[in-house]
């Protein structure tokens, strides 16, 4: 459970979060889906404690993210960042390790390596393991880092844009696990997207930002028309029901 | 090789030097009588006021040395930086200089304090610089700290050459092992205690070279972390000017070879480094005094020009995009 209470942030005169009261519930995927400097990633980075808040309060599982400790918070809340620029050489095997910190200290046991390997083999990454992160391509690299950030095993799961760099395939695998995540293991996940058809597929609610504040919040079929994206993105949009399944095209 | 073979081939070297590091010298102690325990009493006193002192000191100068630049490199998320290019043995020697015309009667071990503290201030203030410019990566990070301690390093001199004091200064910033005995290098010992701690808190180094966020989000504290690594950083560089001078280089050339060959997991290389540096700084100090026996080339001089034949090889073979 994600709860941000007017949550501001500015620099200098901008205002780029501007006043976000939001109520996320557990084991649900929120996708948050927005234009460019929408102000979504400095939303999420103060959620996880990596920006400061200006105003405003942000609380995961009940903590006060400005207020707990963050070794505390560790074992709460997971993020990946938007940009990940790494430049240490570590073997994929050693960056995903390092996702259990919070838990071993850096003394891996028997279980923290089985929850190693067993985010290693949800990403795929089971022939990259023993290379070197900059000897792996842009989507692999991406893979590395989702990897770590499941083997927080955390409850609640920020991620900022996690599709960035994947072919389609991939990107499909990477939405089935944050489904199954939710479904089977009760998390809580939030996912910034740019894909809108990812979002109306995998997501079970959608938010959607636009010049740092919530335009529109609610279920798929309740943000996904044509009016909104229309209005949030200024293009037009076509939305139909394919199937089950709401889908939205792009006139040329 | 596993890690244990290649500490143990590191650890085997590293014996080796220090027992050639023993023999070798103006005086004549030969393996033959050091092994059957031939040694008159004569030896035994060259053993112990000199050859002993003299290659501890090597061993934990360089071994400090390399771990502190290993540190500086996490801290800063860059590979070209260490100690002696970012301004930190300059403001050392500065702290020496300050103490040296205001107090000069304090023990050596309140100076080197000072010297420590003076080396902390140069260090933050180099963290400050790259902060504030948000530079990480790239071949700039090195370059402040190159004008950097050119700016504290032309500083000290002036005020070296002012007060009188160049002698002095030429002693802190060239290394030199010659000048150890019983009695005048023991401060170093601190370097090993300092190294020590570098391992416990290796894996925090990581991560915090990782990145910030990385850090925070996994629940280290990042200033905290920082704030330690450059007290080591600061201290070992202190104890090593106030013992034997500076020695630039290992600092540099031994963790981007470790980096090279085994990767950037700190709790994992960290022994390496210290090993290598051990190595380097010693297998330098042999070299200095069997190059022109009788007479002593001063490490600084060998690694100097030593270490910047490496370095450069290093720098041209590594892509800057990586470091
Ligand atoms: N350090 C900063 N100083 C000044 N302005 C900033 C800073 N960081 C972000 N901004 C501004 O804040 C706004 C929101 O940025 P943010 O990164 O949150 O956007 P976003 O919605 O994640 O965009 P994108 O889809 O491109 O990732 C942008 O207009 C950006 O220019
Ligand atoms: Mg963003």
Redesign the pocket.
Known sequence: MIETNALSKR??D?V??DGVTLSLPAAEVTAII??????????LSMIARLLSIDTGTAHVCGMDVAKAPSDALALKLAVLR?DNQIVARLTVRDLVGFGRFPHSRGRLTGEDRAMVEEAIGFLGLQDFAERYLDELSGGQRQRAFVAMVLAQDTQTILL??PLNNLDIRHAVAMMRLVRRAADELGKTIVV?L?DINFAAAYADRIVA?KN?RVAVEGRVEDVVTETIIGEIFGIEASIRQVDDQIVCLFRR | MTNRSILATASLAVAALSIASLMIGAGDLSPVSLATGGLTAEDLRLLFVSRFPRTFATLLAGAGLAVAGLIMQMLSSNRFVEPSTIGVSESAALGMLTVTLLAPGLPIFAKMLVAALFGLAGAALFMAIIHRLRLRSGLLVPLIGLILSGIIGAFVNFLAYRFDLMQSLGSWLTGDFSMVLAGRYELLWLALGLTALAILAADRFTLAGLGRDVAVGLGVPYGVTVAIGLVIVSLVSAVTIVSVGVIPFVGLVVPNIVSMLAGDNGRQTIPYVLLGGAALVLACDILGRVIRMPYEIPVGTTMGVLGAVVFLTLLFRRRPAHG
């Open positions: 620099y200098g901008t780029v979060v927005g234009p460019n400097g929408a102000g979504k990633s400095t939303f938007q900022d844009e910034v740019h930002m740092g």
